[in-house]
């Protein structure tokens, strides 16, 4: 998704002069046309990403709407305080932008994953989290963040690719329809199950904007018709979609429903591998994956 | 204020007063902007709102109470001239460099005034703003730093040393100038030394935390500790002598 996010900010750049990049010295071999296009206004402001944040917001409240770049953890967890005080107690249109959520920088390790950002920044005051599910979510993501007047974090991976056609990027999209259980999920491990044969009479949905304050009538209508709901999510479920969206499901729900809930659990192995070998030593690609879902169902 | 709120922290804003005093009424235009990134000498800054008349006496007697705006650290976005709330420590000086970088872009000739105690320069964020600010030339930003050498637990130089400051500061690549803090002639020259400059400003104020209260004078009980009644009478007449004294000489 960083080209396609690089290509955005071009995009976007005329028809937008309040935009102003600031990157936390990264985007080598990505960014170079985006310094290029916006001039005096991208700016490296180097491994320093707590100054980053808090001059991002002082940025947004003179007008300007800053895009916060680096590495997921890095722009997120490291600041995570400026993020609150200054931008979302503030309520200013500070747009952060990590790169690799979930396991997205496989064998970097642990210090470049990042699997409890959905989770910390979905419950500060104001912010808005953007988890776009394919490639070409992420212009229309960023059309949506920049018409956002309130903070904003968009997580970038690698998109997902499947065989059903996916609607224009909104909070919630139905994949595809089917009667023998639910699946919700965000961000593009959601294709793990996507291209799975036992996914053939699945139901299928996607949320790709946090937080949520309540769930579309015919996601209810799935669950309690299959009463199976699985999420999926690369991300801790503490405090991520398993968590939330149990809250709101609980008051809808007509009857016992089975949960399956997949999720990121760290590093089980203590071993470290590519973004498939972390999915699939968490359950959440490969082999495990297929056995949860044919033992579940 | 701190007396009719039995509040403390009385001594980190007579630690301040005149520099925030001098900065407002005899340096800073009405646009330019005024951060008070140690937001524990709130009442310093509120204050100056009353005496620009932004804050009424009305408001200022709710300082500290349920239900007020004037909470012990500046608040988010109900106050005119506060555009940021603070009082978590090492945000300020990042608050201006962004303000400050906002004005390069925009060309404009606003100023951006940041007043850190010495304690948070502990902060790496501090350190943080301070190579941003110099990297990117914001001669537009003025940092002044209260040094009353006394932090939240102990002196700042038992604590983690910050000696040689102004070195320090200087190697950073700001143009340093050291003044005494509580001195209205001394703030106007190191003033004039600032406005000569081509590269950002800090001014190291030399400050007494509690200054004007005797018994905790230099003292960290001036931190924490709020006023006794008789306390009280004796600041007041120290601060009239002092005010008398400066006014006397200029």
Redesign the interface.
Known sequence: MRVEFADSMIKFADSHPQM?FITGDLGYMALEKVQQKLG??F?N??V?E??MV??????A????IPWLYSISPFVTLRPY??IR??AC???LPVKLVGNGGGYGYGIMGATHHNIEDIGALRLLPNMRVYVPFTASDVEQSIEQMLADPHPNYLRLNQGAKIKYEVAPFTQWRKIKSGTKGTVVGTGPVVENICNLDVAADLEIWVVSIFPINGVPAGLMESINATQKLITIEEHSGECGLRETLSYHIMNHLHGPVKMLALSANGYPSGKYGDQKFHQAENNLGGEGLKQQLESFL | MYKAANAGHVGCSLSVAEIITFVRFNWMHDNDEIILSKGHAAASIYSMLAEEGILSEEDIKTFYKNNTFLAAHPPVNKIKRVPFATGSLGHGLSIAAGLGLAQKLKKTDKKVFCITSDGEINEGSTWEAALFIAHHNLKNVVWLVDRNKLQGFGRTEDVMKLEPLDKKLEAFGFNVIIADGHNFISLEEAKNKALKSDIPTAIICNTTKGRSWKLYEGKLDSHYLPMKDDHYDVILAEVEIDYNSQISKL
């Open positions: 102003v005096e206004k700016i402001a180097g320093a707590q100054n808090t001059v991002g917001a002082a940025l409240h003179e007008g300007f305080e400026q005080n200054d107690l503030h309520d």
